[in-house]
């Protein structure tokens, strides 16, 4: 699963806005492997398969219904996820722990209908720097400085895109 996780990591942070379907299927995937744990299969390919299947129907219907899927599957499940990654003490104390998940989804939701490219460029690099800090052993010191390098770097570049595309909107023009 590290491979897996640095792989889409880096996938996610350098081209989560362009590949909107991947990050879609990405986080479906993780939701997968969440729900998967939650009923109690803890099987190995019990698990995968649920990733699976839930992170390739999430792909399939990104490319079908666009802007509908990437506000609900990386705003709504997005920030939902790195919620729970932000408070992973609580979730599984608390038998209310849905209730952050929720919550991380509403706020995320909100952020993709309001700013969408912007709103996906953050949540896609968060999402991304938080796979590839969970693939890496190191100091907590070191993973810190990782999350936000990658965070950053993630935003920059993913921000140049939306340069491009203006850019070339007004030469056509």
């Known amino acids: 699963m590290m491979i ?35 009923f109690g299969f803890s099987n190995g390919w019990v698990t995968l398969f649920m990733a699976f299947a839930l992170g390739s129907a999430g792909a399939v219907l990104a490319v079908i219904f666009e802007w509908f899927m990437v506000v609900f599957g990386v705003g709504f499940l997005g920030g939902g996820y790195l919620l729970m990654n932000v408070f992973p003490s609580a979730a599984p104390q608390d038998p209310n722990s ?11 939701m909100c952020l993709m209908v309001i700013a969408f490219d912007w709103a996906l460029i953050i949540i896609s690099s968060l999402l991304g720097a938080t ?21 950053i770097t993630g935003v920059a570049v993913q921000s140049l895109t939306i340069s491009e595309v203006k850019s070339r909107r007004q030469h056509a023009h």
């Open 98 to 108: 849905w209730l952050i998940f929720v919550a991380g989804g509403i706020a995320g």
């Open 131 to 151: 796979l590839i800090v969970h693939a890496i052993y190191g100091p907590p010191q070191l993973r810190d400085l990782l999350f936000i390098g990658s965070v």
């Open 4 to 38: 897996f996780d640095l792989i889409t990591g880096f996938l996610l942070v350098f081209a989560g806005r362009n590949l909107f379907w991947l990050c879609v299927g990405i986080v479906g995937f993780l939701i997968g492997v969440q729900c998967a744990v939650f």
